[in-house]
């Protein structure tokens, strides 16, 4: 398993390093000084991974194609241009005080309906991660405590850091409680 991590790390590398200025269709840059990255090939089964990170490479480690040049983002863009921007629709029922209905957050900049538009938003950024789903439910075979957190629920829609959004929250249960909890101010405090 580890081995196979590696390789596919080494040709992400390699992959990202041919986007390099100068670069032609996938190929490494042909410019002095760089070296295009080479990948260990492929092993049989009856292979066994005996060194580190570095033994995957002839002479220890790739190298970068050129000092001081960026290499393109890895971030994906978003999944349509339109998309771009990060708004939610929430809608809450069964909290009370007030809380209940729909609000509309748009961020970067804060704005919307939602009276707390700012911290909602800075709440969401702290909690995106690359990789990661900020609005993932809970595993299905996460072990939850069995405490009832009232009858509140949310459901959260519209595109958030380019990706669309389709979330429902619940307080059946401590998993459920406890993501529930994370992303206030997003959604109200209903605590009883």
């Not at 996460?142 to 380019?162: E, I, K, N, S």
């Given at each position: ?7 596919t ?22 410019a002095p000084?760089v ?6 090939p ?10 580190g990170p ?7 480690v ?18 349509r ?13 069964g909290?009370?005080?007030?809380a ?7 961020c ?5 309906t939602?009276p ?22 809970v595993?299905p ?38 993501r ?13």
């Amino acid at each position: 398993m580890l081995r196979r991590l590696l390789l596919t790390a080494a040709v992400s590398a390699a992959t990202a390093l041919s986007w390099a200025p100068g670069a032609t269709a996938g190929t490494p840059s042909d410019a002095p000084g760089v070296s295009p990255v080479p990948v260990a090939p492929p092993a049989g089964p009856a292979a066994v991974f005996t060194g580190g990170p570095s033994s995957l490479f002839p002479g220890g480690v790739p190298v970068p194609a050129r000092a001081g040049t960026a290499l393109p983002s890895l971030m994906p863009p978003p999944a349509r241009p339109d998309d771009s921007a990060d708004r939610l629709t929430v809608t809450v029922d069964g909290v009370g005080g007030g809380a209940d209905g729909t609000l509309e957050l748009e961020c970067h900049p804060a704005g919307g309906t939602h009276p707390h538009a700012a911290e909602a938003c800075d709440r969401l950024d702290r909690m995106t991660t690359w990789g990661k789903d900020t609005f993932a439910p809970v595993p299905p075979d996460a072990l939850c405590t069995m405490v009832y957190g009232g009858p509140a629920t949310a459901h959260v829609t519209g595109t958030w850091a380019g990706r669309p959004v389709d979330a429902r929250y619940d307080r059946s249960n401590g998993c459920e409680i406890s993501r529930w909890n994370a992303l206030a101010p997003v959604l109200p405090d209903a605590r009883a």
